[in-house]
Nanobody, 123 residues
């Protein structure tokens, strides 16, 4: 079992920045990690993913160049640095853990999810 807890969300003006954190506990060895988001009335969508080693990363086109995913395996933490935020980035952000990096963009491949953290970007 893996437990995930997100934090760092909040209200920010367009153009601002936020840093989300995801704290993992339990049997976290070898899990790849990802961030998804879900806006009201929309499906949960892929945002970014990082391999267990941290060597490989992947981003949705909508956030590429603005968001950066990273991890600290010694502290069981995963981060999502979000810069140049836009109103369309407003959503609940979830971190997830999965074992197959090839499925990193597919939410059905994730075995564990956190409870989410709200990000609101005002115009």
């Amino acid at each position: 079992q893996v437990q995930l807890v997100e934090s760092g969300g909040g209200l920010v003006q367009a153009g601002g920045s936020l840093r989300l954190s995801c704290a993992a506990s339990g049997r976290t060895f070898s899990y790849h990690m990802g961030w998804f988001r879900q806006a009201p009335g929309k499906e949960r969508e892929f945002v970014a993913a990082i391999s267990w080693s941290g060597v490989s990363t992947d981003y949705a086109d909508s956030v590429k160049g603005r968001f950066t995913i990273s991890r600290d395996n010694a502290k069981n933490l995963v981060f999502l640095q979000m810069n140049s935020l836009k109103p369309e980035d407003t959503a609940v952000y979830y971190c997830g853990a999965h074992t197959y990096y090839s499925g990193r963009r597919c939410r059905d491949k994730y075995a564990y999810w956190g409870q989410g953290t709200q990000v609101t970007v005002s115009s």
